[in-house]
């Protein structure tokens, strides 16, 4: 299974039934996500933990004022089986700008509003909202 695509589904999933944080297992990439993620505002906050000598990431989750959860849906875009790549000028804003497109650029995992400024393109991730 694709561990990104795992990563925030349980993110989603957790958000609509009130949870305050989950744990996943640890990877680079996973945390370079959660880290942007959170520079975003869709995750409170990211902390590296070790738990039975395994790191894992433990992922604090966002809600609105009314209580509703800041994320609650996602897309994963770019999989395995089927890589999509977009160059600066084709990457567009995801609903109308009310969510974010996570991409994978030569700068590092960058949203796409942080790689349209920094003039950069590169393998999209997935799309949040």
Not at 24 to 46: M, N, Q, R, T, W
Not at 62 to 70: H, L
Request: with cysteine; hydrophobic share 35%; aromatic share 6%.
């Amino acid at each position: 299974m694709d561990q990104l695509a795992n990563m925030m589904n349980m993110v989603k999933n957790a958000s609509l039934t009130g949870h305050e944080s989950i744990t996943v297992p640890y990877s680079k990439i996973k945390f370079a996500v959660a880290e942007c993620l959170a520079k975003e505002g869709y995750l409170k906050d990211v902390t590296k933990k070790t738990k039975k000598g395994f790191p894992i990431i433990e992922l604090g989750l966002v809600y609105e004022e009314d209580g509703t959860p800041k994320v609650t849906g996602t897309d994963r875009v770019s999989k395995s089986s089927c890589r999509v790549y977009k160059g600066v000028k084709d990457i567009k804003t995801t609903r109308n700008g009310y969510g974010l497109t996570v991409l994978s650029t030569p700068k590092g995992i960058l949203t796409d509003k942080q790689a349209r400024r920094e003039m950069v393109g590169g393998e999209v991730l997935f799309k949040l909202w």
